[in-house]
């Protein structure tokens, strides 16, 4: 399917674009979802933590049936989209440049990606425009019209992930943020968020709780496998968790890996 | 006239006889010496004349002719002092000729008689050829400690002129002294949160495995790499002559120190420094001086590339060949591997609290100097992490994880180690659902009896399998 320009009229016209003052048309690659949409957004210089948490509700709103918005860019959008496609869920990229612009490229299996799994690529400007900075904040606000929460996983004290938040919760959109630690750079938008009425984010679970009292009940069911949660865990620190010695833990380890119940990424384990 | 005594020299971690002959010819006062001397060698000249005249004892005022023979083996180091001396005594009849005795030591100018680094190694030239040796006293008794040898200790040239004077047999021989200590290593048990570490560890010294660990900085795994050398079997009295021969010839003193090397070289250092070169005498390098023990190869992402494809060879074949003008030597490079390295250029990648501030470009760059054939060696992977929560497993001193892998080490050299059924069906359904390469199957196998025997087994269980299979981290 080709890139397409969509415009208020047409009957793929989301509901929450209306919300924009001047009803923007957009080119579309690929399919935006009919599922409620979650925009999960953030900082590109995140920490390993905020991967961790931003990948585990990417993959905990896929699984709850809902599609995952957010902006390609590196770090914490990344990783949601990353999340939310390992269980084929439904994902929607909104770029800054032009719709058959993949910025950063390396983010190209990504772009495919969401793609082949039915999700869509979203873009205001026409194709072959590059990815300036300026346009950015303008393409946050069609994620935050597009969603029907926000939730920022790691923000510095500005960025773009704070001004989604901020014209997401102008248009009536609950923001949800995660609490960090209050001498850390990358916690202070998402304690600042927090301070100014953002629901704080307690985990995957509890986050999947919140928004189905938004946007209703899940489709599909939560489940997290032998103590593993969505986020993974590095696998040094399973004998903890299981409270097991570290022979018997890695004995557990390589038997679940063989019945596929998790899988290695990286040095973490996940659900498989 | 004419005199000849033995001394030593130390070619690739072995030794050689040096024949000192020492003619006196018509009055005169030159001073000759030929033989393929170094600097330190040739200048022998003046420090034996100078000893001699501060002993009280009339400095032939003749021609010395002094040569080293065999001429073609390049010699080095202060240690011919003593036997050009006696020599130079002997030939002009001050004193009686020495006989078959080997004489190594460093004379200072006031006659004191000094240790050099080939002490050990007369030593053993001493053993194996039957006769008595002479050097300082402050290393005889270390070097007594040698199989067989006879170790005559000396404090100054006057000293060792009055025992040639009275005859060799009214002289005590010295005593063999207990090794000396080396710096300690540090205890396992002082690595505390890091269990999964510690048993990768303990693997890697009963089986001699290579080891990779990777992780942020702060997570220990300097640590860790010091105390995998302080958990290896004591080393044998044989080896430890057969290291501490190497050492010499680097120009280290180790004694016969039973404790196992650990060698940590700047990612700085040279090709030839780690692999082994010199100017004139070949020197060993880093992977030899690890001999028999652990070469710790700290952030080794800022080795060059270059540089760590020279550990190749020497991983390989167990021995590393060193080609000087004059003189091939080959020094044995057994040694377990273990390296260490930082995820990525600044370190935090992977980091639970900490930002990583590298592009993804600068980070496949840093990964891609460590990839190919040289991360194929390392069996085990480890990826350390700052950690919390309690701990199960029990935080075992060294000494104890020591009894433990000398056992292990023990059942796989009997090679009697065998795969159950159902060890074979664990790797052989792993390697089925992708988990494992057609190459990770060999290194989960062998890791798998490392495991096995650490449980003082000979016979691999799925259980053993298993473990082995999760002691792996892709990388």
């Known amino acids: ?272 | 006239m004419y005199a000849a005594t033995t001394s030593v020299a130390l070619v690739g971690g072995d030794v050689r006889p040096v024949e000192v002959q020492v003619h006196v010819g018509r009055p005169n006062d030159q001073f000759k010496l030929s033989g393929l001397p170094d600097t330190a060698v040739r200048e022998a000249k003046d420090r034996v004349r100078a000893a001699v005249m501060s002993s009280k004892i009339e400095f032939p005022n003749r021609t010395v002719t002094v040569n080293l023979a065999p001429a073609h083996l390049p010699k080095a180091g202060t240690d011919f002092d003593l036997p050009i001396a006696i020599g130079v005594l002997a030939a002009a009849r001050e004193i009686p000729h020495p006989g078959k005795m080997v004489v190594v030591g460093e004379l200072a100018l006031d006659g004191t008689v000094r240790s050099g680094a080939s002490s050990i190694g007369a030593a053993v030239l001493a053993a194996r050829s039957g006769q008595a040796c002479l050097m300082a006293a402050s290393v005889a008794s270390e070097a007594a400690a040698v199989p067989g040898a006879t170790v005559h200790g000396v404090n100054s040239l006057a000293e060792a002129v009055e025992i040639l004077r009275m005859g060799l047999a009214g002289h005590p021989p010295a005593v063999a002294g207990e090794p000396a200590r080396l710096p300690s290593v540090g205890d396992l048990s002082e690595v505390r949160g890091q269990p999964m570490a510690r048993r990768a560890v303990e693997v890697s010294a009963a089986g001699g495995h290579h080891l990779l660990m990777h992780g942020p900085p702060g997570g220990g795994k300097t640590m860790l790499a010091r105390r995998l050398a302080g958990i290896l079997p004591d080393l044998t009295q044989e080896e430890a002559v057969e290291v501490a021969l190497i050492h010499a010839a680097a120009g280290y003193r180790r004694g016969l120190s039973r404790e196992r090397p650990f060698r940590s070289p700047h990612h700085t250092a040279s090709r030839q420094a780690l692999v082994g070169g010199g100017t004139g005498v070949a020197v060993p390098g880093e992977v030899s001086l690890a001999h028999r023990g652990v070469l710790f190869i700290d952030e080794m992402a800022e080795f060059p590339r270059a540089n760590l494809d020279t550990l190749r060879q020497p991983l390989e074949d167990g021995h590393v060949t060193v080609a000087r003008r004059g003189i091939t030597a080959t020094f044995p490079s057994v040694f377990r591997l273990v390296a260490a390295t930082n995820p990525c250029p600044c370190g935090f990648l992977g980091d639970r609290r900490k930002p990583c501030n590298c592009r993804p470009a600068a980070v496949a760059r840093y990964r891609q100097r460590l990839s190919g054939p040289l991360l194929d060696r390392f069996d085990l992977v480890v990826k350390l992490d700052r950690l919390d929560g309690t701990e199960l497993d029990a935080v075992e001193s060294s000494e104890v994880v020591r009894s433990r892998v000398g056992e292990a080490a023990q059942i796989l050299a009997a090679r009697s180690m065998s795969v159950g059924d159902d060890g074979r069906l664990l790797l052989k359904t792993a390697l089925e659902k992708g988990l494992l390469t057609a190459r990770g199957v060999d290194r989960v196998r062998r890791v798998g009896e490392t495991i096995a025997a650490l449980a003082g087994e000979t016979r691999v269980t799925e259980d053993h399998m298993a473990e082995a299979l999760g002691l792996r981290v892709d990388w």
């Not at chain 1, 873009?123 to 969603?147: C, K, M, Q, V």
Request: hydrophobic share 45%; proline share 8%; with cysteine.
């Open chain 1, 1 to 272: 399917m080709s890139a397409r320009v969509i415009a208020s009229g047409d009957d793929e016209y989301p509901a929450g674009f209306f919300d924009l003052e001047e009803r923007p048309s957009f080119w579309l690659e690929g399919l935006l979802p009919d599922s409620p949409s979650v925009a999960v957004v953030g900082t590109r210089r995140c920490t390993r933590y905020g991967i961790d948490l931003a990948e585990a509700f990417g993959a905990v709103i896929a699984r709850a049936g809902w599609t995952t918005v957010s902006g390609l860019a590196r770090g914490i959008d990344t990783a949601a989209h990353r999340g939310c496609l390992r269980l084929s869920g439904g994902a929607v990229a909104i770029l800054g440049s032009g719709i058959d612009v993949c910025y950063p490229a390396e983010n190209k299996p990504l772009y495919d990606q969401i793609l082949t799994t039915g999700g869509g690529i979203v873009s205001e400007y026409p194709p072959g425009t590059p990815p300036d900075r300026w346009r950015f904040p303008a393409r946050n606000r069609l994620i935050a019209a597009l969603a029907r929460a926000i939730v920022v996983v790691e923000a510095g004290p500005t960025g773009g992930a704070l001004i989604t938040a901020r014209l997401g919760a102008e248009m009536g959109r609950p923001v949800f943020a995660v609490p960090g630690d209050v001498d850390r750079e990358m916690s202070e938008g998402c304690n600042r968020l927090i301070r100014d009425g953002a629901h704080p984010v307690l985990g995957s679970a509890d986050l999947v709780e919140e928004l189905s009292l938004i946007i209703g009940p899940p489709a599909g069911a939560i489940n997290a496998d032998h103590g593993i949660p969505a986020e993974g865990v590095p696998v040094a620190d399973l004998p903890a968790i299981w409270a097991l010695t570290v022979t018997e833990a890695l004995i557990k380890l390589s038997r679940l890996e063989l019945e596929g119940k998790v899988r290695r990424s990286g040095d973490l384990v996940v659900p498989g």
